[in-house]
């Protein structure tokens, strides 16, 4: 039924957050046919032994074998990296379905954020032939500010991450694209402000090979959410955006200038999301069939569901897979929160 291209599976190092077993477990019983994990994991997937043991993790289980677990290959400023990382999407594609790239830090330490060695990364992938789908996450480093964050007061990480950090990155992204004849996918994902969605589709009308994905918080809750006594469980990267930017997002989902629907699935425990180091993210496999009903009851077609939440990204990412109807069960719950209560209850879909 559904096709979630940003998953954040943990395992390893940390497995009290989430396991690749347990998320494909809830995957299947939220009808997610396919998922596609995150890179920055401790230890990151950055080189062949460590996509072969995330991938062995996700094939030894019987039980979850009718979800399609697929993986992108984290980049770092290392030529030679890249090099490797590029000849194991050709090994193990569809297994590995293409190469992420941090150009602002985030979770993790996969950040890439001088310019120079960005470039240095594109040439790379250009020179080697990689036509690949490429993942950005887009925020420039230079103007984030995080001495505005103070954790008593959540809503200062939106200002800590403007939007104008995400706009700029994708400029850069596409500027460094084109310069260097790169000649793969980009996908600039869980895109956040309608500048970016007027960037992205403006490249694409000058034929530039790009996409971007969008996360149910960013369309359906803004920074009003961090305004709140428990507005840190509500901190993502990027952020929760002004009501005015949140509101255009539906829209230009509807009109097709967003090609997809992802989660960005990122589990924490409470006190990582309550107190130090106060985390970023937040689950959403589990409500996949909820993302759908409210897609629905804000007339969204059929068809458009359908497109937005699996065959748009069925067909960028190229991978053997197909739609599946099966019974469902309700796995909300085995998250210490519910990032979408509010909307669940309001939708009659209380857990």
Excluded at 17 to 43: C, F, Q, W, Y
Excluded at 91 to 120: C, I, T, W
Excluded at 152 to 157: A, I, K, L
Excluded at 266 to 292: C, M, Q, R
Aim: net charge negative; hydrophobic share 35%; with cysteine.
């Amino acid at each position: 039924m559904y096709f979630d291209p940003h998953v954040h599976l943990r395992d390893r190092n940390q497995r009290y957050k989430e396991t690749i077993l347990h998320g494909l477990r809830v995957a299947r019983d939220s009808g997610v046919d396919v998922v596609i994990d995150m890179p920055n994991t401790d230890p990151p997937v950055t080189t062949r032994s460590e996509a072969i043991a995330r991938i062995y993790l996700a094939l030894l289980p019987r039980d979850t074998r009718n979800v399609f677990y697929s993986l992108f290959m984290g980049l770092t400023k290392d030529p030679e990296q890249v090099k490797r990382a590029i000849g194991v999407y050709r090994e193990l594609f569809p297994r590995v379905a293409g190469m992420k790239f941090y150009a602002g830090h985030s979770v993790g330490n996969l950040g890439v954020v001088e310019s120079e060695d960005q470039a240095r990364v594109y040439e790379t992938l250009a020179r080697e032939g990689y036509d690949g789908v490429f993942v950005i996450h887009a925020e420039k480093e230079s103007l984030l500010k995080p001495d505005l964050w103070m954790p008593e007061n959540p809503v200062t990480h939106c200002n800590a991450r403007p939007e104008e950090a995400e706009v700029q990155s994708i400029k850069d992204q596409l500027e460094l694209a084109v310069e260097t004849g790169f000649r793969g996918k980009l996908h600039i994902s869980h895109i956040s402000s309608p500048v970016s969605v007027d960037i992205v589709t403006d490249a694409k009308k000058i034929g530039v090979d790009i996409s971007c994905g969008v996360c149910p918080h960013h369309f359906i809750y803004n920074s009003d959410q961090m305004e709140r006594s428990d507005g840190n469980l509500w901190k993502m990267n990027p952020p929760l955006r002004s009501r005015k930017s949140q509101e255009k997002l539906p829209e230009y989902l509807r009109q097709g200038k967003i090609d997809w629907i992802e989660t960005d699935h990122a589990p924490h425990t409470l006190d990582e999301k309550t107190g130090p180091p106060y985390a970023s993210g937040i689950p959403g496999l589990a409500w996949w069939p909820l993302f759908e009903e409210y897609l629905r009851r804000n007339d969204f077609t059929d068809r458009q569901i359908e497109e937005l939440t699996f065959n748009n990204a069925a067909r960028r990412f190229n991978l053997p897979v197909e739609r599946k109807r099966r019974k469902l069960v309700d796995r909300r719950k085995d998250y210490p929160f519910d990032p979408y209560k509010e909307i669940a209850e309001q939708l009659g879909w209380a857990a």
